[in-house]
């Protein structure tokens, strides 16, 4: 079986083909970094622009790299939401003519769960399992029970954790992409414990109950740390202990409502026959201190931690054509009417959140 994916809900135009047993024949990636740059962020007219003048051609490049002709499909699968709902509908809608064209079942796919799904594709994960979802517009901590089936037990607030990381780096003179550049600038820090004492701050929610995050007023100490600097152009080596401190405390922030996690995980599924799974998925799930955080907390906590490849962290086709597979063999195929959603919660039975866990 293989399938098709598509994927345009932000700022990578993405296609790939993947087959049942995991192979992944092509995954094609196009960043709008050069057109998004001067901006500061993502720019959604110009995205959906971008998506729109180049996903035929990044879907023929993957047709071409894995090899065969539509003929050979078994299935299409195209990000429906949530995301940049501009965006959405173009692949959306590449997705049910290539499906329509060819006669082939189409599946409509959250993208957070594709996400959610990815270390099925690449390490055979059984559920269920539980997940840290983190990226630009989301962080949450689920159980995945089965395809289409996930409790959210813990979701920010306010802030994104890779919105966070991306405003603090903007803050800090950093270039786009926000995240990795703040992750390559920490690493510059020569002091570690000198710089956390320099620059202390808050660590939200600390030993609340529950799983929820907030993030936004880590983001505040960062701004209020950078405006008492000295006048003038920003000193790099201030910039590097700052962003050190930053890690650090966004991986303390990570590993304390982690633990409620686990510990929910376990109420729910007190007796596993081997250790379940603690993925983390996202793009922020290619930093390399959190999935440090989070293996040193599953060592203690009998669970399996999993990050996927890095290429599979931020958005791509594969993810998608994968949760496409998982969807068809269940026979869980979509009609062409099916609506794009800016907004397509894991658990819509999930307790609604204040603020930003609207979104959730």
């Not at 304390?256 to 996690?261: C, F, G, V």
Request: proline share 6%; with cysteine; net charge negative.
């Amino acid at each position: 079986m293989k399938v098709l994916g598509i994927e345009t809900s932000c700022d990578e135009t993405a296609a790939a083909i993947v087959s049942d047993d995991g192979t992944i024949l092509s995954n094609v990636v196009l960043s709008q970094w050069e057109e998004q740059k001067g901006f500061g962020g993502v720019v959604p007219e110009i995205a959906s622009r971008a998506h729109l003048n180049h996903l035929d051609n990044v879907i023929k490049v993957a047709m071409e790299e894995a090899d065969i002709g539509y003929s050979d499909l078994n299935g299409v699968a195209a990000t429906c939401g949530p995301g940049l709902i501009g965006g959405v509908m173009i692949g959306m809608m590449a997705g049910k003519t290539v499906a329509a064209a060819h006669k082939l079942p189409f599946m409509a796919i959250n993208h957070l769960e594709a996400h959610a799904l990815t270390p099925r594709l690449t390490d055979k994960v059984e559920f269920p399992y539980l997940i840290l979802l983190v990226s630009g517009g989301h962080t949450q901590l689920l159980i995945a029970h089965d395809v289409g089936q996930y409790s959210r037990i813990g979701t920010t607030i306010d802030d994104a954790l890779g919105e966070c990381f991306d405003k603090s780096a903007k803050l800090m003179g950093l270039q786009q992409p926000g995240g990795p550049n703040l992750e390559k600038m920490a690493l510059n820090c020569q002091n570690p414990a000198e710089a956390i004492k320099r620059f202390p701050l808050p660590i939200p929610l600390k030993g609340r109950e529950g799983c929820d995050f907030s993030f936004s007023g880590l983001k505040t100490a960062v701004r209020n740390h950078i405006e008492k600097l000295p006048e003038g152009d920003l000193n790099p080596d201030d910039i590097a202990d700052l962003a050190h401190a930053f890690q650090i405390t966004v991986g303390k922030v990570i590993e304390d409502r982690s633990k409620h996690a686990i510990e929910l995980f376990f109420n729910k599924y007190p007796q596993m026959e081997k250790p379940p799974a603690f993925i983390v998925c996202g793009g922020v799930a290619a930093n390399k201190h959190v999935c440090k955080t989070l293996q040193d907390l599953t060592n203690h906590s009998n669970m399996d931690f999993i990050a996927p490849p890095v290429k599979l962290c931020s958005d791509n086709g594969a993810m998608i054509a994968w949760a496409g597979i998982e969807r068809l063999q269940r026979d869980m195929v979509d009609s062409l009417d099916f609506a794009a959603r800016p907004r397509w919660p894991l658990d819509p039975n999930a307790a609604k959140r204040p603020g930003g866990g609207v979104k959730a």
